[in-house]
C-alpha cells in the first residue's frame, strides 16, 4: 500500500504532538517529535554545563552526543546516550533555553540530517516547526497547526495542573516568546510553508483535528 509523508507545523502548545501521535496511530505510521531531539540536545548541554548562548561549545556538544527516538505505546521514547531522558525533556529549564538552542546552525544541520533519514522511507507524521518549509519539502500533506496563544496557555496550564507553580499569566507570556524566538531566527523559522493547510484549532478538538488530517491524508493516496 502506498505510503505518505505527514508535516505538522505550528507554533508551542497548539497541540501537534497529541494530534500527529493520534493520526499516526490510525494511519498505521511512524510518529516523530522533532522537538524532542531539540529538548535532548538542550537538556544534554545543560547538564554538561553549557552556556545557551555558547555557540561553538552548543554546536560541538550537538555533533558528540547520540540522540535517538524509538517508537512506545505511550507515542515516543527519548534516548540521549542510550539514557531515557523522555520525562526530563520536558523541564521548565529545558523549555526556557530551547528555542536559544535550536537556533544554531550546527545543531539544527545535525537534527535535520537525522530527521530526513527517518523520514526517507515514507510513511510518517513529524511534527515540529520547520518539517514542511524545510526538512521534508516534498511531504506530500503539510499541515500548519495554530491556535490562540491564549488558548494554548490555558491548555498547558490545565496539563500542568498546578506542577512548576506557575501562573496561567506567566505561561501565556513564555509560550509567546518562544515563538516569537522560533519566528524571528535566522535558520529555517517557524513559518507557514505556501503550500500547508492552516488548522485553527481553538475551538477544535484534538479527535475533530486528528480527524481532519486523516481525512486530508487520504485524499493524497
Ligand atoms: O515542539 P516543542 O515545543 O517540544 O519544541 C521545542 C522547541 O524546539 C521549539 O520551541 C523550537 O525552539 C525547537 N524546534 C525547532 N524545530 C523543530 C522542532 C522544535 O526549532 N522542527
Redesign the pocket.
Known sequence: RERINIAI?GP??AG??TVARSVAETLGYIYI???????AV?LSALRSGISPDDRMQLSQHAESIEISLQPSSAGQVVLLNGCDVTID?RSREV?LN??Q???VERV?VR?VAM?RQLARGKGVVM?????GSH?LPDAELKVYLTATVEERALRRFKELDGRDGITLEQLEHEIAE??R??QE?EI?P?VCAPDAIVLDSTSMTIEQVADNIVNLSRTKL
Open positions: 507545523d508551542a502548545g501537534k504532538s517529535d522533532t522537538g524532542a531531539m531539540y529538548r538542550t525533556i523549555t530551547v528555542s538552542v535550536s537556533a539544527r537534527l530527521q511534527d515540529g516547526r520547520d518539517i526538512v518562544r515563538d524566538k522560533d531566527r529555517s517557524l
